[in-house]
């Protein structure tokens, strides 16, 4: 690590504008990057991570500011350098890695004409030797057909791949310094581990400055040398990892550091002969010609939680849209409270339709930006229940109160005015404006940093108990398994591989498939992925995970 820093931020301030009043975000934070070094930053949601990341590349988003500070790289002045100089740099010595890979590339291109596309603007390489060099990067990130995988279109990866071709493209230039922003949080369990080890050694290999933003303590713990702390735009603490993990001095890292306390006790069994809410029988599905699901059966109980968990690919939402009728089966059924169900959504009766009802992943992209809050939950209750005037209004606002959100203040807001917690909050309570029996939490706590998504499945499981409501959570996320499942079901390539009650699926022996999950659930503990490459023993850590099947 070089003694002269790459990175400068010293009081930076920033502001965001809201009705033409700047309100403060980023409260006189510094910040000190070495060459080679990875600096973590954590915080709840509104913590200003990502708007100081941002800031570190003398950007800024619409409507937000640097109203003071100083920000310099490598002796440039970032808030006084002009746009031309600001284009030289951004690409080719400062790069960005987005959180969500899916929403950044261009669909309508393939993945290797949007990698050479830095290189040969910035002049470092013609376009022949950018190609060679990205395939070596993939080969280095471990992508599978490194040579091949360049000239498919974004859609035809997967989540994990595309999220390592986008570190490749930020690394094409070679840059000093990479924002990692969120690289990780959509991904299950496996291809994390992939992302994480190809990212490290990435680093390493270039010795490479990074800010790795993140909520996830146990990810930031494998990555980071030193880590600061940040809450409501200021700087709590900064520390090395290993002594921020073991000895943190604040109250508030120190709340940080015990979130996830909350687990259901578990419920008593399922009587003998009980029907069961919904039933997924031998059901087979494919997309066009290709096949998909495989023989899947389970049945979800009156008042209980069933987690489907598998990595990506694995079936579990294309399961779930079986269930709602949006996929039909090719074979096999689906029931609700014994009655089978019309394949094809559009066939059934709005009856039928209202019993199943969705609360999906990304809260931002599933609300409507052009309705307010009190519109949004209206549309179901109107739909489903024939509500009007003053009585629709009065169920939209008992609905705002059971997901503990005062209607006065909430009602005429707009998606944009919230934040990533309300906004789920706001998923939830459409889901329950049809007074469904049912419903699919598709990856609901995904996004959201983990004193939030506590704060949520706590909401989702007071919600259970009083609306005696059936879950079925589809999540990558072993910890939110255990806070909240009855029961565990475990996919792999369309198929069931496992199934039962939550305590007997954590208690070993495990199928293979099984075990190869629960043992990639970061530690926190920073030697962790280091000694689970180690165990596998393998260079490789995909080969590792088929080997370990």
């Known amino acids: 690590m070089s003694d002269a820093p790459l990175l400068t931020m010293r009081g930076v301030k920033m502001e965001g504008r809201s009705d033409e009043t700047w309100n403060p975000i980023i409260n006189g934070v510094d910040l000190t990057l070495h060459k080679g070094e990875v600096m973590g930053l954590i915080g709840e949601s509104g913590a200003g991570k990502s708007t100081l990341g941002l800031a570190a590349m003398g950007y800024t988003r619409d409507g937000v500011r640097i109203s003071e500070g100083t920000i310099e790289f490598d002796g440039i002045d970032l808030r006084t350098a002009s746009a031309a100089v600001k284009r030289q740099l951004l690409g080719k010595r400062i790069a960005y890695v987005a959180q969500s890979a899916a929403a950044s590339f261009n669909p309508a291109h393939k993945l290797m004409d949007q990698h050479v596309e830095g290189p040969v603007q910035h002049g470092v390489m013609a376009r022949g030797a950018s190609e060679d060099d990205g395939m070596e990067l993939y080969r280095k990130l471990r992508l599978p057909n490194p040579d091949s995988i360049g000239f498919r279109y974004p859609h035809q990866v997967s989540g994990g791949q595309l999220q390592r071709c986008m570190t490749a493209m930020a690394m094409s230039c070679r840059p000093d310094l990479i924002i990692f922003d969120e690289p990780t949080t959509a991904l299950d369990v496996t291809t994390q581990i992939e992302v994480l080890a190809s990212i490290r050694d990435i680093v390493d290999q270039f010795d490479t400055a990074a800010i790795y933003i993140t909520h996830d303590l146990a990810v930031v713990a494998q990555m980071a040398d030193t880590i600061k702390v940040l809450l409501k735009g200021d700087e709590v603490e900064t520390a090395d ?27 008593p069994a399922v009587q003998t002969g009980a029907v069961p809410v919904v039933s997924v029988q031998n059901v087979d599905a494919a997309y066009g010609t290709v096949p998909v699901l495989h023989d899947v059966s389970f049945d979800m109980h009156e008042g209980r939680t069933v987690a489907v968990v598998g990595e990506s690919g694995s079936g579990k939402s294309t399961t779930a849209r079986c269930i709602t009728g949006l996929l039909p089966p090719t074979k096999g059924q689906i029931l609700i409270d014994g009655q089978v169900m019309p394949a094809d959504y559009r066939k059934r009766n709005k009856d039928q339709l209202r019993q199943a009802q969705m609360i999906y992943q990304m809260a931002d992209t599933a609300l409507n930006p052009r309705m307010s809050i009190g519109q949004i939950i209206a549309r179901p209750v109107e739909f489903y229940l024939g509500l009007k005037g003053k009585e629709k209004r009065r169920k939209v606002d008992n609905l705002l109160e059971q997901i503990e959100l005062e209607p006065a203040q909430y009602y005429h807001r707009l998606p944009s005015e919230l934040s990533g917690g309300q906004k789920q ?16 939490c598709d990856e609901v706590t995904s996004a959201l940093d983990q004193l939030v998504a506590e704060g949520i499945l706590r909401l989702l499981a007071r919600l259970q108990d009083e609306l005696k409501l059936t879950y079925m959570f589809i999540t990558h996320d072993l910890a939110t398994v255990r806070a909240i499942a009855d029961e565990v079901v475990v996919m792999k390539d369309g198929r069931v591989v496992e199934q039962g009650p939550k305590k007997e699926m954590f208690t070993p022996p495990h199928h293979a498939y099984t075990d190869l999950l629960l043992s990639s659930v970061p530690e926190m503990d920073p030697d962790w992925l280091t000694n689970l490459l180690k165990e596998r023993g393998v260079d490789n850590i995909g080969d590792a995970a088929v080997d370990k099947m």
């Open 241 to 267: 990892t290993r002594t921020m993990l073991s000895a943190p001095t604040q109250d508030y890292t120190k709340s940080l550091w015990a979130v996830r306390s909350f687990e259901r006790p578990a419920k």
């Open 425 to 440: 909050r706001i998923g939830i309570a459409r889901a329950l404006a049809a007074e469904p029996k049912f419903i699919i």
